[in-house]
């Protein structure tokens, strides 16, 4: 009965059906195993490795099959392994080829670790084997927009709705998603709405919207709604994704320039669930907010809890220590930092809400080290990827940040940015750059026009464009 709710209706709905098979026997592996990666794809990270840790103890118990279902999820989802998860999933597809599971589980290692078009041919295999689960349609409307395929994408949610399988989180969130992509504000309330009231739905559409109010400056809506997400994710139980919503909040309102909210907003996050996710949002939050001392504290716990984790040792510890080494001038450790990231710095790593963490910060590093140029791609590349950013609050940053490289480039930024110690004025003036540096501040205030008046970034911008007239 869970396996069948799962497909028809998805993971939140599972839950008390895997929840009773383990009251009714306590040594049943597979229950712990689907119960874990339910948790999991709700972003209950703790309860989810709780759950897949217990299985994989019992493992010995289980079928063949069955064991390559448990042995890769324990990698994902507990130690972090992605290359050994990927691994385990390969061999599993080679066995049993008509099982949809390994298929679904790579392509979403594939998004993490930003490999979108293998991504995609997961999906769609997963999809050509299961075509009435809801994952496996939701997945794959999610990896086509991830490509800026918009007409794909809503061909699988119409699909969705023709079968009968509309209504849940992922179906909700990747409809949201496509109206974004469009500008459609009026489908985007309609996502919000039609989650209204249902578990885990609600919760993550309204912290949705959150995002998108942040994106364009709307920090009071913003945190209205993030509010409203936290308490509605408390009430079904969700308490780490009630603490993720809350250490989301603290990322963004750190890029915005604010020191003391952040580190408020952190410490609510870990009080309610210290999670691997959790901490790790908060660590990164309050290095941009200038508390080194709580970040590195952090961090070494996070080492200690993950050795093994891909993404936390190739994307997210080299991001936080970037953080910490551009708050204390030394612009040039970031730089060096960052290129750890490289190969994984497209990836959407959970939650996926937070992406491109590592471009953003390298192109902030590039700024502070007077390299324009540099700085310059590595805004860009965040406007290049859309259908990946969509409603990052770095998507909107980004323009500020292609502006003040363009001015470095154009010899005006020398009087706009105080030059960090150990990196001497002097860049090289290119005349055409100026156009593009007020062209760039220009879109930002644009997306800003109704931004809340008090946000530190947007004070600074307004400075820095009216020395650029």
């Not at 670790?113 to 794959?140: F, I, M």
């Not at 080290?369 to 700085?375: I, K, L, N, V």
Request: charged share 20%; net charge negative; glycine share 8%.
């Amino acid at each position: 009965m869970g396996m069948k709710t799962l497909y028809s209706k998805g993971d939140e709905a599972a839950i008390p059906f895997f929840k009773r098979a383990i009251e009714l026997d306590s040594n049943f592996a597979m229950a712990y195993a689907h119960l874990g990666t339910t948790y999991s794809n709700l972003s209950e990270a703790t309860l989810g490795g709780e759950n897949t840790r217990k299985a994989y103890e019992l493992r010995q118990r289980v079928s063949e099959l069955e064991k390559l279902y448990i042995d890769s999820h324990y990698y994902n989802f507990v130690t972090g392994e992605l290359e050994k998860a990927s691994q385990v999933y390969q061999i599993w597809q080679q066995t049993y080829p008509r099982d949809m599971a390994p298929f679904t589980n790579l392509g979403v290692i594939f998004v993490y670790t930003g490999q979108y078009e293998k991504s995609l041919e997961e999906c769609r295999e997963a999809l050509r084997l299961e075509p009435n689960s809801v994952n496996a349609n939701g997945n794959t409307a999610q990896a086509y927009l991830n490509l800026e395929r918009p007409d794909e994408a809503k061909a699988i949610l119409e699909q969705m709705q023709a079968r009968r399988l509309e209504g849940g989180a992922l179906f909700l969130s990747s409809l949201y998603g496509l109206a974004f992509w469009r500008g459609d504000t009026k489908e985007m309330e309609r996502a919000v709405a039609a989650a209204a009231g249902k578990p885990e739905a609600e919760s993550i559409l309204l912290s949705t919207q959150a995002h998108t109010e942040a994106y364009s400056g709307h920090l009071t809506k913003s945190q209205e709604l993030n509010r409203r997400a936290v308490d509605s994710a408390r009430h079904d139980g969700d308490a780490e994704t009630a603490a993720t919503f809350l250490a989301e909040a603290a990322l963004w309102d750190a890029n915005f320039g604010y020191t003391e909210q952040p580190k408020k907003e952190a410490a609510e996050a870990l009080a309610i669930s210290p999670g691997q996710v959790v901490k790790t949002l908060a660590t990164l939050a309050l290095a941009l907010a200038g508390d080194t001392a709580q970040a590195q504290a952090l961090t070494g716990e996070l080492k200690k809890q993950c050795p093994l984790d891909t993404l936390l040792n190739s994307y997210w510890l080299p991001t936080i220590g970037a953080a910490i080494e551009l708050r204390q001038n030394r612009a040039s450790k970031a730089i060096e930092l960052l290129q750890i990231t490289a190969p994984y710095e497209l990836g959407g790593p959970p939650p996926q809400t937070e992406v491109l963490n590592p471009v953003y910060l390298r192109g902030e590093a590039y700024l502070a080290a007077r390299q324009g140029e540099a700085a310059a791609r590595e805004f860009q590349k965040i406007l290049d990827h859309r259908g990946i950013v969509l409603n990052s609050s770095l998507g909107a940053l980004a323009h500020l940040g292609l502006g003040r490289a363009y001015a470095l480039q154009a010899g005006a930024g020398e009087g706009l940015l105080p030059a960090p110690s150990g990196h001497p004025q002097g860049t090289p003036q290119q005349p055409d750059a100026l156009a593009k540096a007020r062209t760039a501040y220009q879109d930002f205030l644009a997306l800003w026009k109704d931004a809340d008046p008090d946000i530190p970034i947007l004070k600074q911008a307004k400075a820095e464009y009216a020395q650029l007239k």
